[in-house]
Each structure stands twice: as structure tokens, then as C-alpha cells.
């Protein structure tokens, strides 16, 4: 079992920058892949970035160049650095957790809004 509690959400300008951090607890971090995903309105949710156990990572093509996935598994925390945010960039960002020998194990956290006026 896993926790994930998102936070870092905020209003920011186009062009302004947030860190989105993902705090988790309940099992030991390296037995998960970590990702953040994206829900707008009226829109599915989107994967945005993945990093596995082993730190590789993936992202987005609409991402790519300006955010970055981390993991400090001391710390128990992911993060998504967000530079150079544009008002598409809105929605509510999620992160998960998928067991990395059992990928039916998914666990959510409850989402942190962003919002990118123009």
C-alpha cells in the first residue's frame, strides 16, 4: 500500500515556473515507477512525465525541453520542475506509483491544481 500526497499547485503567469512535489509513504520507493499526469477540463488525463525504479526517464512531447521528473528515493519524494509554463499547461496534475513487478498495483494521489493565466 501507498500513499501519495501531491502539493506545489499554484497560479502562476505564463512563462513562470512551479515545482510540484509527491510525497510517499507505506513502502520502500525503489519497487515503484513514479509518473505525473495531467487531467484539464473536459479533457482525459494525460500522461506528462515517468521515471522508472532505476531513474530513466519520459516525457511528453508537449513537455518535453521544459519540465523535468526527479525522484529522491531518501527522501521518499518525486518532483516535476515546470519551467517556462503556458496556459495549456492548466489542469489538475496528478502523480502515481505502479509496482514494478506487479503493474495492476496503481495508487494515486489526490491532485494538486496549477493554473497558467495569459
Known amino acids: 500500500q501507498v500513499q501519495l500526497v501531491e502539493s506545489g499547485g499554484d497560479s502562476v503567469q505564463a512563462g513562470g515556473s512551479l515545482r510540484l512535489s509527491c510525497a510517499a509513504s507505506?513502502?520502500?520507493?525503489?519497487?515503484?515507477?513514479m509518473a505525473w499526469y495531467r487531467q484539464a477540463p473536459g479533457k482525459q488525463r494525460e500522461l506528462v512525465a515517468q521515471i522508472t525504479s532505476g531513474g530513466s526517464t519520459n516525457y511528453a512531447d508537449s513537455v518535453k525541453g521544459r519540465f523535468t521528473i526527479a525522484r529522491d528515493n531518501a527522501k521518499n519524494t518525486m518532483y516535476l520542475q515546470m519551467n517556462s509554463l503556458k496556459p495549456e499547461d492548466t489542469a489538475v496534475y496528478y502523480c502515481s506509483a505502479e509496482h514494478v513487478a506487479r503493474p495492476q498495483l496503481v495508487y494515486w494521489g489526490q491532485g494538486t491544481q496549477v493554473t497558467v493565466s495569459s
Open positions: 507505506g513502502s520502500a520507493p525503489m519497487i515503484y515507477h
